[in-house]
C-alpha cells in the first residue's frame, strides 16, 4: 500500500478521498488553485500545494503542475477524483510516466472507454445494444448536419469527453442543430480541453441505470449492482438511489453481465461505471462508461458495506479484488438515496449561487444518515467551480423508510448566504413521481411547476407560527438586555409591550419568500398571546422555544415546528415544507420599485462569453443578447422587452461582477 498520495482535485471529492487515507494511515498531498486556499480540503490534507490562479484551465487542469507537486512531496500515487483530468488519458500517461500510480484506469483503457464515442463503438462489437448514432472523427459541422439528418429527430449532442452533465443537448428539429452545437461545443472545450461531441437518437423518456464496476490486475472483473439516475435536469442528476425501483433480478443480472463483459473485453483495472439508458419494457441500451469514481458512489457503499475509495486504492497498489467479491452476487441490504444540496436558486432558473456560507446547518450524521461535503459554515462558495454545498445519503431497510429518513434530514438543513435548492429537495422527496418509483430522466424539466414556485406566499399557519417565534425572541433579547442594565425587574425591559396608559398591543411585521408584507398585531406576553390576521383572531398558548422547536396551542390545538432564526429572518418548518420570513419595520412608508427593463445586469459573477447585439440594434422581447459563463455552466441573457440597443458595456472574454450593467436599451419602444 502506499504511505502519500496526491489528490488531483477540491472539494467534496478531496475530502472525500482525504477520510478514507486518513483510516488508513496514508498521507495526503492537496493542490489549490488561488480561489481555494481557505478551502477544506486544503486544510484537511497533511500538505496543501498551490498550482495557479482560479480558473480550471489554470490550476486543476494542469497536469504538468499536479505531477511537479506530486514528485516534490514525495508521493508515490495520484488520485484524481471525478472531473477536471479523472478521464484525461494523457493525463493518466503523464502520470505514470512519471513514476507515480494512477489511482484509476490505464491510459489506454480511458481513450476506448473514457472517450463516449470510442465506448460505444466498443459495446456494439461486444454485443451490447447501442443506440443509433454517430461517433466519429470528423467534426466538420457540414458533416456533422448531414449525419444528423441520417439519425433522425430528436436527437442528443453529447460532449465526447467528460460527464456531469455539461456539453449535452437535445435537438428536436434540423434548424436547431447549428445554434445547439456551437453551445455544445464551447461548453464541452471550457469544460473539459476538448470539444469533440457524439450524435445519437433521443430515447424518449427513457431510465437511466447504472452499474458500477471493478476490475484489477490479476484478471477479475465484477460489479456491484445497479445504481438509479433517472431523476435528473438538464442531464444533471438529482437523486441516485440503489437498489433501482424497477430493476427485477433478471434484469439485473443482463446488465450486470453487459458491464462485467465490457470490463473483462478490456482488461479493465480500477473504478468505472456503465450507463445505460432504459425503456419503458426494460430494454437497455448502453449510453456510456465513466472511467472514474462517481459523485453517486456513497448508495453502493452504504447499501454493500464496502469502501469504494479503500478499493481503489488497493488495486493501484496492485492487490487483488477481495475474494468475498469474487465469490458470487455482491449481496446488497437494505435502499440507500443521495441527494445533492446546491448554492443555485430554483426559481431563477437555477442559477448557479456564491458567495459566503453566513450559515450552514446539516443534519447530524449517524448509522442512517451520512454528509460528504466540501465546505463548511463561513466558507466561499466561488464562482469558478461546481456550487455544490454538499452531499446528503440516507440507508434504511426498504425505499419507503429511506425516503422518511431523507425527507428528516431535509428538514433539519438551514442555509444563509447563497441561495440553495433545499426547498426543492423537499417538494422532490414528497412528489407522487419519484415516491411511486415512475420517474424518467425527461420527467423534472417536463414539469418543473410541480417542483418549484408553488410555495413562494406562506400560508397563515405558518405566518402565525412565525409570529410567535418572534415574540419570544423579542421577550428573551429584553429579559438578556433589562439583566445587562443591572435592574432585571425594570418595566422598561419588558417585550409585551406595555408602556403607561397603552394596551399592550405589538406590531410584527414579516416579509414572506414571494416579497408579501404581513403586519400582525398581537398581545400577552410568556407564551400566552392573541394574534389578529385579516379580521380573525387566534389564541396562543404555552408556546415554548426549546432549541430549534417550536410548540404551542393553537386555538387550542397542539402545534410543533422546526425553527431557524436569527436577527433578519425566521423560517417555519412543519414537517412537510418550510416557509421564510424576513423581519421587517412594523411601520413603513411607500415606495415605487423601478421596472429595470431599461438595462440587462450580470445574474452573478462570471466570464462573457459570446455578445450577439451591437449598439443601435432592434432587437425582440427574448431575444438572446449575451451568453456568460459562470461555474462551468452556460446562461444565455435575454431581452427584457422589444427595443433599441442603447449601449454594450462588455465584450467577449470580459469577467464581471454581480448587478454589472452589460447592455441599456434607449428610452421608449422599438418603431
Known amino acids: 500500500m502506499f504511505d502519500t498520495i496526491l489528490i488531483a482535485n477540491r472539494g467534496e471529492i478531496a475530502c ?19 480561489a481555494d486556499a481557505d478551502a477544506q480540503h486544503v486544510r484537511q490534507a497533511d500538505v496543501a500545494i498551490a498550482i495557479g490562479g482560479p480558473r480550471p484551465a489554470e490550476s486543476y487542469l494542469r497536469g504538468d503542475a499536479i505531477i511537479e507537486a506530486a514528485l516534490a512531496t514525495g508521493a508515490q500515487a495520484v488520485h484524481p477524483g471525478y472531473g477536471f483530468l479523472s478521464e484525461n488519458a494523457d493525463f493518466a500517461d503523464a502520470v505514470a510516466t512519471a513514476g507515480l500510480a494512477f489511482i484509476g484506469p490505464s491510459g489506454d483503457s480511458m481513450r476506448r472507454m473514457g472517450s463516449k464515442a470510442g465506448a460505444k463503438e466498443l459495446m456494439a462489437a461486444h454485443g451490447v445494444p447501442v443506440v443509433p448514432g454517430y461517433t466519429g472523427e470528423d467534426q466538420d459541422p457540414a458533416r456533422l448536419a448531414a449525419e444528423a439528418g441520417r439519425i433522425g429527430f430528436p436527437l442528443m449532442i453529447k460532449a465526447a469527453y ?22 455544445c461545443q464551447r461548453e464541452a472545450k471550457n469544460a473539459f480541453g476538448r470539444d469533440r461531441v457524439l450524435l445519437e437518437r433521443y430515447v424518449e423518456r427513457p431510465r437511466h441505470i447504472e452499474l458500477q464496476v471493478f476490475g484489477d490486475r490479476h484478471g477479475h472483473a465484477i460489479h456491484l449492482n445497479e445504481r438509479e439516475c433517472s431523476a435528473q435536469r438538464r442531464y444533471q442528476k438529482v437523486l441516485e ?5 424497477f430493476v427485477t433480478p433478471s434484469l439485473r443480472a443482463a446488465m450486470g453481465a453487459a458491464a462485467v463483459a465490457a470490463a473483462r473485453a478490456l482488461d479493465y483495472v480500477n473504478a468505472g461505471t456503465v450507463e445505460f439508458i432504459v425503456g419503458e419494457a426494460g430494454d437497455f441500451y448502453f449510453m456510456e462508461i465513466n472511467t472514474r469514481l462517481q459523485v453517486e458512489h456513497p448508495v453502493t457503499e452504504c447499501v454493500t458495506g464496502l469502501d469504494l475509495v479503500e478499493l481503489q486504492l488497493r488495486i493501484a497498489a496492485g492487490e487483488p479484488l477481495p475474494a468475498e467479491l469474487l465469490a458470487g452476487p455482491v449481496t446488497s441490504r437494505g435502499h440507500a438515496i443521495e441527494l445533492r444540496l446546491y448554492a443555485e436558486d430554483p426559481e431563477q432558473g437555477f442559477l448557479p449561487g456564491s458567495g459566503r456560507l453566513e450559515t450552514l446547518r446539516l443534519p447530524t450524521a449517524d448509522a442512517h444518515v451520512r454528509i460528504d461535503a466540501g465546505v463548511v459554515e463561513g466558507d466561499t462558495v466561488t ?46 422527496v414528497r412528489h407522487p413521481a419519484v415516491v411511486e418509483g415512475r420517474i424518467d430522466t425527461g420527467y423534472l424539466d417536463r414539469h418543473l411547476d410541480e417542483f418549484i414556485g408553488a410555495d413562494d406566499a406562506a400560508g397563515n399557519d405558518a405566518l402565525v407560527a412565525a409570529v410567535v417565534a418572534t415574540l419570544l425572541d423579542e421577550e428573551a433579547a429584553a429579559v438578556q438586555a433589562a439583566r445587562a442594565s443591572g435592574d432585571p425587574h425594570s418595566p422598561w425591559g419588558r417585550a409585551d ?38 379580521g380573525r383572531t387566534i389564541e396562543i398558548a404555552g408556546a415554548r422555544l426549546d432549541g430549534g422547536t417550536l410548540s404551542a396551542r393553537y386555538d387550542g390545538n397542539g402545534r410543533r415546528h422546526r425553527l431557524f432564526t436569527d436577527a433578519r429572518r425566521v423560517v417555519i418548518h412543519d414537517g412537510t415544507r418550510r416557509s421564510g420570513f424576513g423581519h421587517a419595520p412594523a411601520f413603513v412608508g411607500t415606495s415605487v420599485k423601478a421596472s429595470g ?37 452556460e446562461l444565455s441573457l435575454r431581452a427584457p422587452r422589444a427595443g433599441m440597443i442603447e449601449a454594450v458595456q462588455a465584450a467577449a472574454g470580459d469577467f464581471v461582477e454581480a448587478d454589472a450593467v452589460l447592455v441599456r436599451f434607449a428610452a421608449g419602444d422599438a418603431k
Open 597 to 633: 427593463e431599461d438595462r440587462i445586469k450580470a445574474p452573478m459573477p462570471g466570464r462573457v462569453v459570446v455578445v450577439r447585439c451591437t449598439a443601435g440594434d432592434v432587437v425582440a422581447e427574448g431575444q438572446e443578447l449575451l451568453v456568460m459563463e459562470a461555474m462551468k455552466m
Open 162 to 183: 467528460g460527464g456531469g452533465g455539461k456539453g449535452m443537448r437535445i435537438v428536436r428539429e434540423a434548424g436547431e442543430f447549428a445554434g445547439l452545437l456551437e453551445s
Open 16 to 34: 472525500r478521498v482525504i477520510r478514507t487515507c486518513r483510516r488508513l494511515g496514508i498521507r495526503t498531498v492537496a493542490v489549490y488553485s488561488s
Open 241 to 245: 438511489e440503489t437498489p433501482s425501483p
Open 383 to 428: 464562482i469558478f467551480y461546481d456550487p455544490m454545498i454538499a452531499k446528503l445519503i440516507v440507508h434504511d431497510v426498504d425505499r419507503a423508510a429511506a425516503l422518511q429518513r431523507m425527507r428528516e434530514a431535509l428538514a433539519a438543513i438551514d442555509v444563509v448566504g447563497p441561495k440553495s435548492n433545499v426547498a426543492f429537495l423537499e417538494r422532490l
Open 497 to 534: 409591550g406595555w408602556r403607561s396608559g397603552h394596551a399592550g398591543k405589538r406590531v410584527i411585521a414579516l416579509v414572506d419568500g414571494a416579497g408579501q408584507r404581513h403586519a400582525v398585531a398581537a398581545f400577552g406576553a410568556g407564551g400566552d398571546y392573541r394574534i389578529e390576521l385579516d
